[in-house]
């Protein structure tokens, strides 16, 4: 990478406070409040129509706000045209201009300006990100991630104090998008710049973010750091669409102060107190999909490890790193396990008898009245779902 201090300036914080956006017909953002330190790497995630995207083009200048203020470094930019504010944005679509070089589209912003020196300046950005030696070609004759990287250098050169990614690597294949995951972080991290990354992909914003805010139905459900998101989820939502969840409506019998028993149609499910966003009458409860272990008899009894069974295997599907297994049972209903595939050949087979088993400490217990009447069929009765997030666009 490129000496970086060209574009050592601080990001500046960002702070929404009181958004709402209405459209005829329909609320985009019901009351938005978030606050994003200076410097760091931030990602809004949810499926279409979240109100991620509205969120991205109010800070950008591009929508105006129904309630609520927009500030960027202490400063109230609410009522800012969009080139009065220290923001910059970097499209799926590139927006490369394909008449001319690469350094040309990366100093034209610049030159717009009446910035010192732009050609040089241009050349630093480039370096930045690998692609001074491209600096005379034209976007045609570049690949896509090559193009989204100039399209980065183009944001970068302008020393933003907020830099936008909207769906920045939807248009890349799947290793190629892995490979600008990284060296988006590295650049964030090197330039110091405060990015706001919208996303509905989760791989993405888990992978680059140092904070994620999971929105639904233009609220945020649940905002932290990625490992925390995934391994204590607080809504059915959140559980759901990041990865995949087993979730199980149980009755709370009993507890001490660390841990709450709970009863799944006859077997015991513990999970910690401090895991569990409610603590009596009937509760959601889930566990991951990898936590859960598969046992051809029924394992010994331990009260730091949950069992259920016996089910049936009704599926299996190797995907390489692991295997995925479909248990049913009446108690339960379906559950999905993946078993990592450490030997050769699959652990357990299509029809096979098994019972399941997870550490307790693995068990989430979420803050939802009920599980979500769309995965039950309206049945409220005592069922597992394993759902996986729908990531449509």
Known sequence: MADVQAFAEAGADLELVGIQKRFPGFTAIEHLDLKIPAGSFFALLGPSGCGKTTTLRLVAGLEDPTAGNILI??????????????VNTVFQSYALFPHMTILENVAFGLRRRKVADPL????????LVELDHVADRKPAQLSGGQQQRVALARAVVNRPALLLLDEPLGALDLKLRRQMQQ??????????????HVTHDQEEAMTMA???AVMNKGRIEQMGAPAELYELPRTVFVANFLGQSNLFAVQVVGGTDQV??????????TLLRSRSARDSGTITVGVRPEKMRLHTQAPPEDP???VIGPGRITDVSFTGVSTQYSVQAPEFGEVQVFAQNVEAGPAAHLGDTVWLSWLAEHT???ADDRL????LNGDFSTRAIATQASLAE
């Open 73 to 86: 470094g202490g400063k109230d930019v609410t009522s800012l045209k969009p080139h009065k504010r220290q």
């Open 120 to 127: 040089a300046k241009a050349h630093d950005a480039l370096k």
């Open 183 to 196: 060296e988006l972080k590295q650049i964030q991290q090197e330039v110091g710049l405060t990015f706001l």
């Open 210 to 212: 140092d904070t994620v």
């Open 260 to 269: 709450l028993h709970t009863d799944l149609g006859g077997h015991r499910i």
């Open 304 to 306: 730091a490890v949950n």
């Open 364 to 366: 989430f217990g979420l």
């Open 372 to 375: 979500d009447t769309g995965a």
